[in-house]
């Protein structure tokens, strides 16, 4: 049976959250669903989206804070892949290896 698979990661636009390069937004920043980036190629899909933790800030990032803030320096991206169709024999490769690693860390 073919089934799912989603990979999960966050892109730092710079190794210096403070002082590297970043994304500007005023008042407002794209955390919905509908506002993120989808590109489907296939079985594959590809989505870029920005949420409060990608924002450089000292405080709590919050809706209000985001409402009235001008010039919001967003430092890192959210991509999320996700994989369909991909076999059973490969996910069960995945999983085995990832115990492997985690069996390695237990014992050592």
């Given at each position: 049976m073919?089934?799912?698979i989603t990979?999960?990661?966050?892109?730092?636009?710079s190794d210096k959250e403070w002082a590297g390069p970043c994304i500007i937004f005023d008042q407002w920043i794209p955390e919905t669903e509908s506002d993120?980036?989808?590109v489907n190629y296939g079985d594959k899909e590809v989505r870029l989206y920005i949420d409060k933790s990608c924002v450089s800030s000292l405080r709590d990032v919050t809706d209000k804070l985001i409402s009235s803030w001008r010039n919001i320096s967003v430092s890192k991206l959210i991509v999320?892949?996700?994989l369909s169709g991909v076999e059973?024999?490969?996910?069960?490769?995945?999983?085995e290896?990832?115990?492997k690693v985690q069996r390695k860390?237990?014992?050592?």
């Open positions: 073919n089934k799912r990979i999960n990661f966050t892109i730092p636009l993120a980036i989808v999320e892949v996700i059973d024999e490969f996910l069960n490769f995945i999983y290896e990832r115990e860390f237990t014992t050592a």
